[in-house]
């Protein structure tokens, strides 16, 4: 198993900043296409951001030129910058491992959560 664990949540004001953190388990963490999703009270889960092995990022329309995801394979840990942040970006927040390709295909991996507040 791959024990994911997400910390960096908390309460901010509007414009504010937050920087979340997912610490992987995993051997094979290099392998790994990780994503942040995010889910509402009352609505759907949905991707964030995501980041393959070899680096390249996507984003939901609505955090972008806002948020950066990034990744330290030295130390196992996705990152989730969150800069600009307004009341609609409060959820909790989830990191996800995905395997899309090769012998592993469709190992899929979550972490419980982090809570992000965004208010004044």
């Known amino acids: 198993q791959v024990q994911l664990v997400e910390s960096g949540g908390g309460l901010v004001q509007p414009g504010g900043s937050l920087r979340l953190s997912c610490l992987a388990s995993t051997k094979i963490f290099s392998l790994y296409r990780m994503g942040w999703y995010r889910q509402a009270p009352g609505k759907q889960r949905e991707l964030v951001a995501s980041i393959t092995s070899g680096g390249s990022t996507n984003y939901v329309d609505s955090v972008k030129g806002r948020f950066t995801i990034s990744r330290d394979n030295g130390e196992n840990t996705v990152y989730l910058q969150m800069n600009s942040l307004k009341p609609e970006d409060t959820a909790v927040y989830y990191c996800?491992?995905?395997?899309?390709?090769?012998?592993?295909?469709?190992?899929?991996?979550w972490g419980k959560g982090t809570l992000v507040t965004v208010s004044s």
């Open positions: 996800n491992a995905y395997v899309g390709s090769g012998p592993l295909y469709g190992m899929n991996y």
